[in-house]
């Protein structure tokens, strides 16, 4: 039996609650063939377009009043593990096994003095015109950006993850056997202060965060699940090649090369090659190939 952390991209999980939820009636059956193999399983997702969409809907009410970003971080983890919770239970409910499973809203420590409030990068929302963009800036004090030709966007800072909180509760779960789902879109950012925890607007990498978790509770492996079978170098060229088999010092080498983009692969490159700097395996894999890569039959498996 393992301890597997498995980490969804919150793209994956489609544009609307209807859609998620079906979806992830997918998503739980690869969930419950880990369960039936007797292995421990937390689950982390993203929550990009969840938070996004959440985040928009407070700004453009006239009648609702604003809603700070943490607060939308800590609604997208509810309902997200709530749709999660019914798939795989329902699931494991057709399989006729009897297993809790728990959602956690989930708290991550990142530093204040980190370089990325300095230098917000991660776009969230909604696209607005030049004009709404100034607005915006204005009456709401955002960071708007240009984003690749489609209109302007809110950018929040991407803190890099120090501590998960509530890992002592998600360690007692797994030990009582319950199914654990947390670090939802990378857990809500706070920084510690005299008063104590403060939730602060930015947006963790889920991947980080899942690399962050599976460290301090000692699993024996991540899994991120994303849209590519495996990880390529010189990827979309005449020589592209899948990676298979690969070793930190190698994707270190890749990395210095410029192989992977720093906004799709580069944060899943560095975050399971973090976890596997302890001795751990990490894999990176499509949701389609899920059962296998939980074998290490699929993917690209990173080791030490």
Not at 19 to 31: C, F, R, S, Y
Not at 285 to 295: G, P, Q, R, V, Y
């Amino acid at each position: 039996m393992s301890r597997i952390v498995v980490s969804l991209g919150g793209n994956a999980l489609g544009k609307t609650p209807a859609e998620q939820k079906l979806l992830l009636t997918n998503v739980a059956e690869h969930i419950v063939e880990l369960i039936k193999d007797g292995h421990e399983v937390v689950i982390a997702h993203g929550n990009g377009p969840q938070v996004g969409m959440i985040n928009l809907a407070f700004t453009e009410s006239e009648n609702t009043p604003q809603m700070p970003f943490p607060e939308c971080g800590a609604m997208s983890q509810g309902y997200i593990g709530y749709h999660m919770q019914n798939a795989i239970g329902n699931a494991l409910s057709l399989h006729n096994i009897n297993r809790d499973i728990a959602a956690l809203i989930t708290q991550v420590v990142v530093d204040a003095n980190d370089e990325a409030f300095d230098n917000p990068r991660k776009p969230i929302g909604a696209f607005y015109t030049a004009k709404e963009a100034q607005r915006l800036e204005a009456e709401m004090g955002y960071n708007m950006v240009e984003d690749s030709g489609r209109g302007y966007r809110r950018v929040v800072p991407s803190p890099m993850p120090i501590d998960v909180k509530e890992k002592a509760m998600i360690q007692s779960l797994l030990k009582a056997g319950h199914i654990v789902i947390t670090v939802g879109g990378g857990g809500i950012p706070v920084v510690e202060t005299e008063k104590g925890l403060e939730g602060v607007a930015a947006v963790i990498d889920k991947d980080n965060a899942s690399a962050t978790l599976a460290e301090e509770i000692d699993a024996d492996m991540l899994v991120i699940l994303t849209a590519v079978d495996q990880v390529y170098i010189n990827f979309g060229k005449d020589n592209e090649k899948a990676l298979s088999n690969v070793t930190v010092a190698e994707l270190e080498t890749y990395i210095e090369e410029g192989h992977f983009a720093p906004g799709s692969m580069l944060p899943k490159i560095k975050a399971t090659s973090r976890f596997a700097k302890t001795g751990k395996t990490s894999v990176i894999a499509s949701l389609n190939n899920a059962e296998k890569a939980f074998k290490l039959e699929s993917g690209t498996i990173i080791t030490e």
